[in-house]
């Protein structure tokens, strides 16, 4: 399939199959995918959880509002942003273009700058700005799982202070942002799936400057 129909092959499925499990090299290769998203001065200001616990994922099921995925899929991604912006953070992230790129003051200057402007921010808008982040990431993290013909639903529907709790997120200094429970759609359970894709014509939402 080309990349335009993987796309169009995805939906946001409402019944995954429990009887079966994405296998790990392909878990594997979606990580991989949203791990080299781009991120805002590289910084990747956000963790992901991987979720395969069933005792667990029935616990973060609750938080979010029953629904099935959590439970019937196989895995559970969170995507966990940072709670702030820090020295040490962002110190961390130049150290490691040190180590791949070698010595730069270009590196030492960039993100220098970088703490200047972020460290002195509002928590809350820094928090912000790293679960934007983390969206461009599952962006990419849902586009893999069509390549790999795995089943993917992005939920913002859950309460994140209790899925922070159940993780204990906050005392890593994260906030769960929100969740992709991956998995293979049941055929014969999904009322969505029979369903054509509805989307806006391009008319309506492509404007070209020239």
Same mark, same amino acid.
Do not use: C, F, N, Q
């Given at each position: 399939m080309t990349l335009l129909d993987q796309l169009n092959w995805r939906y946001a499925t409402k019944k995954m199959d429990p009887s079966k499990a994405v296998p790990a090299e392909k878990v594997d290769a979606i990580i991989d995918a949203t791990l080299l998203a781009p991120t805002s001065s590289g910084t990747q200001p956000f963790e992901l959880i991987v979720v395969t616990n069933p005792e667990v994922r029935a616990e973060l099921q /609750? +938080? +979010?509002s029953n629904q099935a995925q959590l439970t019937d @899929?196989?895995?559970l991604l969170v995507f966990a942003a940072w709670d702030d912006y820090t020295d040490e953070r962002i110190d961390a992230v130049a150290q490691l273009n040190v180590e791949v790129r070698g010595e730069n003051? &270009?590196?030492d200057a960039y993100y220098g700058n970088l703490k200047a402007m972020y460290v002195?921010? !509002?928590a809350e808008v820094n928090y912000a700005h790293a679960a934007r982040q983390a969206y461009i990431a599952l962006g990419v993290a849902m586009v893999a799982a069509a390549e790999q013909e795995v089943d993917a639903t992005p939920m913002e529907g859950f309460d994140p202070d209790e899925v922070d709790r159940i993780l204990g997120l906050r005392e890593r200094g994260l906030r769960s942002v /929100?969740?992709?429970p991956l998995g293979y759609r049941d055929p014969s @359970? !999904?009322?969505l799936l029979p &369903?054509?894709?509805v989307r806006k014509s391009r008319d309506a &939402? /492509?404007?070209v400057v020239d």
């Open positions: /609750v +938080a +979010a @899929g196989s895995h003051p &270009m590196i002195p921010r !509002d /929100v969740l992709l @359970g !999904d009322w &369903m054509p894709k &939402m /492509v404007t």
